[in-house]
């Protein structure tokens, strides 16, 4: 059978490849599935976003479907779904009480056009810079102020015109309450908050809970809220939904200061574009696809370009509307494009329902996404990495000032953070056996920590024999004259001093940064995780076994410590792989190296010449490999099976040389090599290619077309062929170039392999899920669940 394997997206144009799935009549089934799910979803969110900010309602649906359709059209994440942000909502209600509606829209249009010239000018990776403590600061202080807000129009009252008038006037309205809309927003978060556990109800009724939690919250909280009001017959103020004119929604010039009005255009592009490009991130992992973050930011402009246009509110691609596309199997753009166009079927044709909503069900629905955008995980994620204050200066700068001075007194107070840590210095003192004392320092030694260094070393006794331990890192003049005075005046006074400093070689220094006569590094010279750079690393001892066991010590004694953590963990919850590697036994080939991963991440076989042996081949069949992948797919259920061959492998030479097929009693190297005749058939028919470049040899063509043949003869095996079948599983091929460092991967559509292009956004030297936590990935976990507390608008919120 012809096995349809695509691989991650090379170029910046190939963001449409899909991992193996069903046919297009089957994707196109999904796709429309999945666009009613996200219309259910959008519809009730943008009615509660539009109220919130003061615009007309019909321009939350405006948005939705400009989003869903331009958007899903121009994007480079084919599977987020753009619409209303709340993450502009405080912002876009400042415009709107400033400038006016129409004015507001002309500041999209703005916005919109400063998005695409930054997508021209491919700066989309800088916005990932930005801290995430700040994000999730921003986030909460939007999501108080709407929370506030929100309240008011629950309670029966209408919201001021800040968060600290709304909070001024909270207890007024508290005491003289509106019982027919303070109904109708109670039974709303009920819903909302109650029908996620429908399926943890008792007995019998759990799996009627379970078909009823099919239907997405916020539909049905509106559902039954409306239903409710019109059962009883509730007095209530419903939504109204203007007839669309162009001459009443179009974009007009604000009336103010220029400076003011290129801030607003400023805010509302930083904003969106940042929550946008994240929450592509965070999409793009969870649907293990790779983005064009650039092209998405051009079509996030062209989105808002259009929705100024047309009256519709500022627009940002949406984690939680993308994520509940993603799981309700939405395959290509087109499920975003279907969705737009049933919002917009919506606003023309059933207005009449609609207009039956209570504002106070659509209140309390956004007040409960508010409250959702403090998100305590993200807190607590923010505090483990000591970036709390960032997060509260943030969050409530925010809330007292707006969200433009609360990002920058953020940034602001990042930086003084940092500049804090840079110059933070630990100095420990020791006294060992017989009066030696060891000073040991911890952080950059700059002219700040001359103060607390001079204390330390004054309190050594004069004649003790002193060793200064520094770790490595930067030493300014002022704390080397320091250091080189206080050494001159303990060893005229009898006393004997060594600087040592810790880097990957432990070499003894002298004060002048010269190795002094007679030191000797430690035995095994690299640290853990340190380049090999050279050959200073192996060449060490003449005994390998000595210089293996010299490696655990080093081990032992550095990494150990870091990553126990770690591996108690996996040794408390088991392995959880997401990938099974199968790679060659070469001893260059370094797998967690080339693909920066840790304890956990992989499960890897190595075999010589990275073969799968087909089943039910004579004399070449193994089943230790057959086996390993068996339990991989079925037990470990893993999620992509990667082939990677490699430059001027020993076996692919052999077959060339036809040791598989010399005379003779069978040894098992010939046994094992017999598995590769498939690949020299492939090569005489149908020989792989680079795309960016030719071959080097005909060795270097049979290890990429080797590639290939084992990806087929993987679809040989039942568990495989079933989870590739069912979409759950993808293949890919990998090839790594020794002598440039270089990987590509297959593109099984072209039939080429591209090179892999390094990312300047990525966060050199982490694992892949701690990128997915420090990036964005703790924007959407990888198993598609947003993280608990998460809300829709933001890097995992958006609605």
């Known amino acids: 059978m012809t096995l349809d394997i695509s691989s991650a ?24 599935s999945a666009s009613l799910v996200v219309f ?92 995430p403590a700040i994000v999730h600061g921003m986030l909460a202080g939007v999501g108080l102020t709407i929370a506030i807000a929100q309240l008011h129009v629950v309670l029966g009252g209408s919201p001021q015109s800040s968060a600290i008038a709304n909070l001024l006037a909270l207890p007024g309205q508290l005491a003289g309450p509106h019982p027919p809309a303070l109904l109708a927003g109670t039974v709303t978060v009920a819903v909302l908050l109650g029908w996620p556990r429908l399926d943890r109800l008792p007995g019998r009724a759990a799996e009627f809970g379970a078909r009823l939690a099919k239907v997405p919250g916020p539909l049905a909280a509106v559902a039954v809220a409306t239903a409710l009001a019109l059962a009883l017959d509730l007095r209530l103020a419903h939504i109204e939904l203007p007839a669309w004119q162009p001459h009443s929604l179009a974009p007009a010039l ?11 255009v400023l805010t509302v592009t930083a904003v969106a574009s940042v929550e946008s490009l994240l929450s592509a991130v965070a999409v793009d992992r969870m649907s293990q696809r790779t983005g064009d973050l650039d092209r998405e930011l051009r079509g996030q402009g062209l989105a ?34 279907l969705h737009g166009v049933w919002v917009l079927t919506a606003a023309l044709a059933l207005a009449g329902g609609l207009r039956r909503i209570p504002l106070a069900a659509l209140a309390a629905m956004v007040l409960v996404v508010g409250l959702q955008m403090v998100s305590f995980a993200h807190i607590r994620n923010v505090h483990r990495h000591r970036e709390f204050p960032v997060y509260l200066t943030t969050m409530l700068t925010v809330v007292a000032f707006g969200v433009l001075w609360g990002v920058g007194l953020g940034a602001a107070t990042a930086v003084v953070l940092a500049l804090y840590r840079l110059t933070r210095a630990h100095v420990d003192v020791e006294t060992g056996p017989g009066g030696s004392v060891t000073v040991q320092t911890h952080g950059p030694l700059t002219f700040t920590a001359v103060p607390r260094l001079s204390r330390a070393l004054a309190g050594i006794p004069a004649a003790a024999e002193v060793t200064v331990v520094h770790d490595g890192s930067f030493l300014d003049h002022a704390a080397y004259e320091t250091l080189h005075d206080w050494r001159t005046g303990h060893q005229a006074a009898g006393g004997r001093v060594s600087l040592v400093t810790r880097r990957q070689d432990d070499e003894v220094l002298d004060p002048d940064g010269t190795v002094r006569a007679g030191s ?106 057959a086996a390993a992948v068996q339990y991989a797919v079925e037990a470990l259920e893993v999620r992509s099976i990667t082939v990677c061959g490699h430059s001027g492998c020993g076996a692919m030479k052999a077959l060339l040389d036809g040791v598989h097929e010399r005379t003779g009693p069978p040894t098992p190297l010939t046994r094992w090599l017999r598995n590769g005749r498939g690949s020299l058939d492939r090569l005489r028919r149908v020989p792989a290619e680079f795309a960016d470049r030719p071959v080097a040899d005909l060795v270097e063509q049979l290890c990429i077309t080797n590639v290939v043949q084992q990806l087929d003869q993987l679809m040989a095996n039942p568990a495989v062929e079933r989870r590739v079948e069912e979409g759950s599983l993808r293949l890919v091929g990998m090839y790594f170039d020794l002598a440039t460092a270089q990987a590509y991967v297959l593109d099984r559509a072209a039939g080429t392999f591209s090179p892999v292009e390094a990312r300047s956004g990525a966060c050199a030297g982490a694992r892949p899920d701690e990128q997915r936590e420090g990036e964005s990935a703790e924007r959407v976990r990888e198993d598609g669940r947003v993280p608990s507390g998460g809300s829709e608008e933001g890097p995992q919120l958006a609605a």
């Open 9 to 32: 997206p090379i170029a910046s144009d190939t963001t449409d490849h899909a991992p193996p799935g069903p046919g297009p009549r089957a994707r196109w089934a999904r796709d429309l």
């Open 40 to 131: 259910l979803i959008a519809v009730p969110f943008s009615l509660g976003i539009a109220l919130a900010t003061g615009a007309p309602l019909s321009a939350g649906l405006a948005a939705a479907a400009v989003g869903g359709i331009v958007g899903g059209l121009s994007g480079g994440t084919p599977l987020m779904v753009s619409g209303p942000s709340a993450a502009l909502t405080v912002i876009t209600a400042g415009l709107i009480a400033q400038y006016g509606w129409r004015a507001t829209c002309a500041v999209t249009v703005a916005a919109g056009l400063l998005q695409l010239l930054l997508g021209a000018r491919r700066v989309a990776r800088t916005a990932l810079a930005v801290s």
């Open 254 to 264: 604000p009336h103010g200061s220029p400076t003011g009005v290129l801030a607003a």
């Open 304 to 337: 808002n370009l259009v929705s100024g246009l047309v009256g519709g509110l500022p627009i940002a691609g949406g984690a939680v509307r993308s994520t509940a596309n993603v799981r309700a199997g939405g395959q290509t753009r087109w499920a975003s494009v």
């Open 520 to 625: 000797s590094p430690a035995p095994h010279r690299c640290r853990a995780w340190t380049p090999w750079v050279g050959h200073h690393c192996i060449e060490q001892q003449e005994d390998p076994h000595g210089r293996l066991l010299d490696g655990v010590r080093v081990f032992q004694q550095h990494t150990a410590p870091l990553i126990r953590p770690e591996l108690a963990r996996l040794a408390r919850e088991g392995q959880t792989p997401s990938q099974l590697f199968l790679t060659c036994a070469d001893s260059r080939m370094v797998t967690s190296m080339i693909t920066n991963s840790g304890p956990g991440d992989l499960f890897t076989v190595r075999n010589v010449g990275n073969l799968v042996p087909a089943p039910f081949e004579p004399g070449a069949a193994d089943d230790s490999v």
